[in-house]
């Protein structure tokens, strides 16, 4: 069944959603999931004039800072082009790859612009766009956005979890379970044209649909953490400011660079120091079990949460640091003050639409990459920025399933070849320069394999 949406046309059939005298409107749309993939959808959707609601299961309305440094790729950038109307600046400029030895010192390096930026910047910025949230991220050269006329009517609404959804023919019922500041649950529902599920690499939406699809371990974890520019020596500031700075050995990878400080300052002095570091910890193995237990003893699954690594963990981590990073490297994990982890993980769904096109799969919640693509928030950029597109019929059903699906496929295999050689095998510099250098084409320049077109027909 196939449905497509212009100019209020849902099924091939106008509807009015409530207009009178039969006025054509543009669909509603229900948003799962209230991070950086739901509030990219949310607002280029509500800048192309759709009404939104967006869920968000936190019971709070603003999301906790995840201290997580992103490399702004090139459609995030574009994205923020097209739809920001703060005028904050989104990203700091990096200027060179550099490539250190396990004693610190300079063994490759070339020109390559980046820009990086931080999570909590970006979400900030973003719910300025979306629904108006003021912050100090706003000062020193942003504002609150203005309203147009042409905007979509938008509607936030946190504690929500969805439990459900109904096809009911030409439209879709979403029931969820919200919370209420007593902390009882009451059960609601609400009824739209599409629902956008950007709920993350752990999406129940795709979970309804896809029962069998799970995320799986990869065999290694990442740890992550910032130290203030100020914090730094000379020697640590020397190859990470203003720098993409990387360390490979056996079972170890290490990259560390410049994002902006608090409330999104990006001047010299006061920006953050990020660095990622990829290590092997098999599964069920005492360190595993160590470093996944957090420091009230419950045993994380996937994350442990900043401030929340058990003390025994940390300190595990840092003679690890000490023994086999760089000292410019050993250097931040010793100095950071709200370090978190991650197990890498694997999830792609076979598809993206699903009953007859009214509920579509965007960013993480469609494919998971491993952050060696430094793609992930791309894509959820990419996949908003293409499906207002689709909606507003500029293009094609058959041209969004082959964008999204091929540059799904394509970079969520290409972070499993990668990780797995960086992590599991022991290569030269210069391949790990060359998977590092592949994985930062731009999108629209990558020529994608014929397996990634593979169903596409028949989605």
Request: charged share 25%; with cysteine; proline share 5%.
């Amino acid at each position: 069944m196939m449905m497509a949406y212009s100019s209020g046309v849902a099924n091939g059939l106008p509807h009015t959603n409530g207009a009178t005298n039969g006025e054509k409107t543009k669909p509603d749309i229900v948003i799962v999931g209230g991070s950086l993939g739901g509030l990219f959808a949310g607002t280029a959707l509500k800048h192309h004039g759709y009404n939104t609601t967006l869920l968000e299961r936190t019971p709070e309305n603003l999301l906790h800072n995840q201290g997580a440094g992103i490399v702004a790729g090139g459609d995030t950038i574009e994205f923020f082009k097209r739809y920001d109307r703060t005028g904050k600046p989104v990203a700091v400029p990096s200027y060179k790859r550099i490539y250190l030895d396990q004693e610190g010192n300079v063994i490759h390096e070339e020109i390559n612009r980046q820009n990086m930026t931080s999570w909590d910047l970006c979400y900030y910025l973003l719910r300025a766009n979306y629904d108006r949230v003021d912050s100090p991220y706003l000062a020193d050269g942003g504002k609150l956005p203005e309203v147009r006329p042409t905007d979509g009517n938008v509607t936030y609404r946190y504690g929500c979890t969805v439990t459900n959804i109904k096809d009911e023919g030409a439209r879709v019922r979403v029931a969820f379970k919200r919370k209420q500041k007593d902390g009882s649950e009451v059960f609601d529902s609400i009824i739209a044209d599409m629902v956008v599920a950007a709920d993350g690499p752990s999406s129940t939406i795709r979970a309804m649909f896809e029962p069998d699809i799970k995320r799986t371990y990869a065999g290694y974890c990442v740890i992550r953490g910032t130290v203030p520019e100020k914090a730094a020596t000379p020697k640590a500031l020397e190859v990470f400011r203003e720098r993409f700075c990387f360390f490979h050995a056996p079972g170890i990878q290490n990259l560390t660079y410049t994002i902006a400080g608090e409330h999104g300052n990006t001047d010299p002095g006061h920006r953050l120091l990020n660095f990622v570091w990829y290590a092997n910890f098999p599964e069920a193995s005492p360190e595993l079990e160590t470093l996944m237990t957090d420091k009230d003893g419950r045993r994380r699954h996937i994350t442990i949460p900043p401030g929340m690594i058990a003390r025994e963990a940390w300190e595990m981590v840092k003679k690890m640091g000490h023994a086999r990073l760089p000292p410019q490297m050993a250097e931040m994990a010793e100095k950071t003050t709200a370090p978190f982890v991650q197990c890498i993980t694997d999830v792609i769904a076979p598809k993206n639409l699903y009953m007859g096109d009214k509920v579509v799969l965007i960013g993480d919640a469609l494919a998971g990459f491993r952050p060696h693509t430094v793609a992930s928030t791309s894509q959820a950029a990419f996949d908003s920025m293409i499906l207002a597109e689709w909606l507003d019929g500029k293009v094609s059903r058959t041209e969004f399933v082959r964008q999204t699906m091929q540059f799904a496929r394509g970079i969520q295999r290409m972070g499993v070849e990668i990780g797995n050689r960086s992590q599991f095998e022991s290569l030269p510099m210069e391949e790990y320069i060359k998977d590092r250098n592949y994985a930062s084409i731009k999108r629209e320049d990558r020529e994608y394999p014929e397996w990634t077109l593979e169903g596409l027909d028949e989605v």
